[in-house]
């Protein structure tokens, strides 16, 4: 009888950039598994083996473990595995965070259902210390390996002594006060660097003083606001990848065509989602496969991750040129800061422009987040270090709506940009761009930003209309890529050139053919 096909169990594309020596913890997390359920493919057990593995000397091979594989395909059993190790047999202490509530609260349900069953798994039962679960406290804690005390009392550890998880969807501020050794982040598509940034303390402190972070995750999508994980998935790519990086991924080829891989899509499904045929039925994937885009089925089902280079428009490197990762604005610089908002209202995006020591003009994106309601308290919390802020909407945006929110925060100041200025400014910025390239070898010219992937990602997508008389624009109907930080980024810079030194600038009058503006 022929064996049913199964999905590939090597990755499409692996770094392994440390110096494993010594597998054995991987081993011993591998043997320990069956006993709770879990039973792991091939895939995931080389994951897990390269995970835990460690260098000569003792510590982890790998300071950042990565992994990026399309959905339903069995990352959780594999964390499960590496997370049972850590806590029952190291002793360490883990933060597991996700994007959303639900996850993090799945996640620990899942983990806690090996110690809430005694008669299943009496030896797991018996090191439980505590469980948490109070919503957004959820937390497990275990005895260290040398103690006998019942549960629920007469334990004289440290809270430190045992392994331990605790779990947290991700915020600002949701991981103050934690102190592990293993940082998780699932969901890490959707992981921005504001997040990363209250995590990773976390770690510094760790008690075993050899800390790991691991990142989980798939493709973001084309209006994400992350930023971390592409960063990662970058790295991977590059030709020298970091030092003590374990990178394992799943996904077609960057430059196919989305629209080609959906219809010639069954072999691209095996090649690209290990668990075909164990987990996932192929019936599933047809099913997928009728009703999502090109786009959205290569990204969510064939792990495709979006090519972010040089766009349409630009072919010849000019937006990289401009590119300068040192780039800042002085202090004493007028600031505009351009919000945008995309057209289904998920994501805003502000981009702030200014004048560097040398006067070459500076743009870049300083916040992008799911939603509004943040704004208007983004502004308040810094207008009296700015001592006031100059706003630049355009008038016919989704961001129009928070004009009167921020017009009521003393000290802040809102421009609403006609269609015509718009046109005229994203002409300008597209002719920046190309003098910055043009100045490659000599004294820099036209414009600097830095480096972002939410902007890079913008440009690469950016597809240009010539309606209303010539003037180009952003398409951002048509665009293949979220515009919205591209925008954000034009009206900012356009309104810095414009009316330079100029304070307290607003709109009095507009229609779509011209603005009269009040100085």
């Given at each position: ?295 959205g089925f290569s990204r969510e089902r064939l792990g495709q991750w979006l090519t972010v280079k040089a766009s349409s428009y630009w072919e010849s490197g000019e ?201």
């Open positions: 009888m022929a064996r049913e096909r199964v999905g590939k169990q090597e990755p499409s594309f692996e770094v392994v950039s440390g110096e494993p020596v010594d597998f054995t913890d991987g081993e011993e997390a591998l043997e320990l598994a069956p006993a709770y359920g879990l039973r792991p493919d091939p895939w995931q057990a080389r994951h897990v083996r390269y995970a835990l593995s460690r260098r000569a000397g003792g510590l982890v091979a790998f300071k950042r473990v990565a992994q990026s594989v399309p959905r339903q395909n069995g990352k959780n059993g594999e964390i499960e595995i590496i997370q049972l190790h850590k806590m029952i047999v190291q002793g360490r202490r883990i933060l597991h965070t996700a994007h959303e509530v639900k996850t993090a609260r799945k996640a620990f349900m899942r983990l806690a259902s090996y110690f809430e069953n005694p008669g299943q798994y009496p030896d797991l039962a018996a090191m439980v210390r505590m469980i948490r679960k109070a919503n957004g406290q959820e937390a497990i804690l275990l005895h260290k390996p040398s103690c006998s005390a019942p549960v629920g009392g007469g334990c004289s550890c440290k809270p430190n002594e045992g392994g331990s998880i605790e779990f947290s969807a991700r915020s600002k501020g949701a991981a103050r006060g934690f102190t592990v050794d293993d940082l998780f982040c699932d969901e890490a598509q959707e992981l921005t660097d504001e997040q990363l940034e209250a995590l990773l303390p976390t770690m510094a402190a760790a008690p075993s003083g050899d800390p790991q972070q691991y990142f989980y995750g798939t493709p973001p999508s084309v209006d994400s606001v992350a930023e971390v994980f592409p960063r990662i998935h970058k790295g991977a790519h590059a030709d020298k990848p970091p030092v003590g990086m374990f990178w394992q991924e799943w996904s077609i080829p960057q430059d196919m065509d989305p629209e080609t891989a959906r219809q010639d899509w069954v072999d691209l499904a095996y090649e690209t989602n290990p668990a075909l045929g164990i987990r996932i039925g192929l019936d599933t994937v047809a099913m997928e496969q009728s009703v999502m885009s090109g786009v937006w990289e040129a401009a590119s300068d990762p040192t780039s800042q604005i002085r202090e004493d610089s007028p600031l505009a800061f351009g919000v945008e908002r995309s057209s289904n209202k998920s994501v805003t995006h502000i981009a702030v422009a200014g004048f560097r020591e040398d006067g070459l003009p500076h743009v870049e994106i300083v916040a992008s987040r799911q939603g509004s309601d943040w704004v208007r308290k983004w502004f308040a919390d810094r207008v009296e270090d700015y001592e006031g802020m100059q706003v630049v909407i355009n008038r016919s945006s989704p961001a129009d709506v928070l004009r009167m929110d921020l017009e009521e925060i003393e000290g802040v100041t809102v421009y609403r940009a006609a269609f015509p200025e718009e046109r005229r400014w994203t002409e300008r910025f597209l002719t920046l761009v190309e003098e910055a390239a043009q100045s490659q070898g000599g004294a820099r010219r036209g414009l600097a930003h830095l480096p972002q992937p939410v902007l890079d990602m913008a440009v690469a997508g950016m597809k240009l209309n010539y309606s209303h008389g010539g003037a180009p624009g952003v398409d951002r109907k048509n665009s293949a890529t979220d515009a919205t930080p591209l925008v954000a980024s034009i009206i900012a810079l356009g309104f810095l050139l414009e009316f330079g030194e100029s304070v307290a600038v607003r709109s009095v009058y507009e229609d779509d053919s011209y603005s009269i503006v009040v100085l």
